[in-house]
């Protein structure tokens, strides 16, 4: 397997074949080992039950309401 120029590092290529059979289609993480590299499927999506989790605690999140309503124009004359 070749690696690709990916910016300025470098990165592999996986078919899409390889991606389903090992069920990579929610990402990969890999695991370091002194003699080889290990990439195994991640449990679940990316940032998934994020929308969830700030919805539950919206009420419980600190904000400064005066802030929030201020009128920026007046900031900027």
Do not use: A
């Amino acid at each position: 397997m070749r690696l690709i120029d990916i910016g300025k590092s470098k990165g592999i290529r996986l078919s899409k074949n390889i991606i389903n059979k090992y069920h990579f289609e929610n990402g990969l993480d890999l695991i370091e080992s002194d003699n080889y590299l290990k990439l195994v499927p991640l449990k679940k999506k990316l940032r998934e039950g994020w929308d969830k989790f700030f919805l539950e605690r919206n009420n419980d999140i600190d904000t400064d309401e005066d802030f929030l309503d201020c009128d920026i124009g007046k900031w900027c004359d």
